[in-house]
Structure formats: C-alpha cells, structure tokens
C-alpha cells in the first residue's frame, strides 16, 4: 500500500515493530519508523505531520482483541490531540470477526463523537487487488 500511495505522489510514513522490516518499508518509497500498536506511545511522535493514519491489522496475529478494543480507543481519543485529520480502519482479514467488528465501531464511534473524519474498509485482503484500490481510494477521500 505504501508504494502506492506514494506512486500517486503522497508522503508516506511506514511503522514496524522489528527493525528488520525497515528496509522494505524504505523500498517502497515511504518514511519507515519502528513503533508497536501495543505501545501507543511509540507510535505517537511518528503521528507528526501525518493528516491520515491507516490502521491495517486486520491481520495481525495476537493479541489482535486489543489492538482492535482498548488500544484502538485509547488512540482515537488521543488523535483529538494530534495533526491527524483522517482515519482508515481495516475491517477484514483473519483476526477474529467480532474483534474487526468491534474496531469498526469504535472507529465509528469516534468520527462521531469528535468529527474525526474516517473510513472502515471491509475489502478482503486475500484479494490484494481489491483491497489496495479499496484502501487507497479511502485515503483519497480523507484526503
């Protein structure tokens, strides 16, 4: 997703828990930046000068139930305070459905509460196609 959006000429800034995964984030054209969605607080700096943030752990194995509960309500509350002006949520993949289920509607939620705009995207991402153009077609809205 990141060499995408970056083909259509935006800025990019790519997380990774291991320091291993740097250099992939880097070839595709995007900033890379070690922070783990279980330690908000390292994913917090990296928010500087970033107007969407996309949450793509629909796929994330284990403790997907967090990332997708309370982690994720503890940073939409803490986006009010941030630069970051849109959300994409990924919906779909193989966490369990009652957890994506859940991470959408606090996503929901959240929009709601402080017109954060946002997006919940439900395109399969076992169809890479599909889901990329669903994916960037949601940040080309917030943007």
């Known amino acids: 997703m ?10 990019v800034r790519g997380t990774t828990r291991d320091p291993r995964g740097l ?9 890379a930046v ?19 943030l996309c949450w793509l752990l ?8 967090d990332l997708h509960g309370p982690r994720l309500r503890s940073l939409l509350e803490h986006l009010v305070d941030t630069p970051v002006r849109g959300v994409v949520y990924e919906a779909a993949g193989t966490a369990p ?16 509460r ?5 997006e ?7 169809d890479h196609p599909a889901w ?5 077609a949601a940040v080309d809205r917030l943007l």
């Open 2 to 11: 990141a060499g995408a959006l970056v083909e259509a000429g935006h800025a």
């Open 23 to 31: 250099r992939a984030i880097e070839a595709a054209g995007a900033e």
């Open 34 to 52: 070690v922070a783990d969605p279980d330690r908000l607080g390292t994913l917090m700096g990296a928010l500087s000068g970033v107007a969407v």
């Open 58 to 65: 629909g796929s994330i194995d284990g403790a997907a139930g």
């Open 97 to 112: 459905p009652a957890g994506l289920a859940g991470g959408a509607a606090l996503v929901r939620e959240a929009s709601a």
């Open 114 to 118: 402080w017109r954060l705009p946002a």
């Open 120 to 126: 919940v995207v439900t395109a399969d991402p076992a």
């Open 132 to 136: 990329l153009a669903a994916m960037t």
